[in-house]
Nanobody, 124 residues
Framework: QVQLVESGGGLVQAGGSLRLSCATS????????MGWFRQAPGKEREFVAA???????YYADAVKGRFTISRDNAKNTVYLQMNSLKPEDTAVYYC??????????????????WGQGTQVTVSS
């Protein structure tokens, strides 16, 4: 089984930056697609970004050009660099692992392991 632990959240002013990290325990981490999702109070969990085992990235339109997903297979870690943050980016951010084969990366149901989440708050 796979365990994921997010870190790096916090409070930042609009226009600022944060880098989230997700440390993963899976022994075959390099083969996983990794994703970031976020959930604001009263809203559904939504796709933010994903990166495949071959480092192909995918981004939600709302974050494209501002966020960058990356991975370090030697450290079993995936990152989300968040720049030009906006108040509407405020949410709990979740790291997720897709260990099974399949073409989907955009739905929560595409992923079989989840971290506990880390709070990101962007003030105006």
């Amino acid at each position: 089984q796979v365990q994921l632990v997010e870190s790096g959240g916090g409070l930042v002013q609009a226009g600022g930056s944060l880098r989230l990290s997700c440390a993963t325990s899976g022994r075959t981490f390099s083969s996983y697609t990794m994703g970031w999702f976020r959930q604001a109070p009263g809203k559904e969990r939504e796709f933010v970004a994903a990166i495949t085992s071959r480092t192909t990235p995918y981004y939600a339109d709302a974050v494209k050009g501002r966020f960058t997903i990356s991975r370090d297979n030697a450290k079993n870690t995936v990152y989300l660099q968040m720049n030009s943050l906006k108040p509407e980016d405020t949410a709990v951010y979740y790291c997720a692992a897709k260990t099974l084969l399949g073409i989907g990366v955009f739905r929560t149901s595409d992923y079989d392991y989840w971290g506990q989440g880390t709070q990101v708050t962007v003030s105006s």
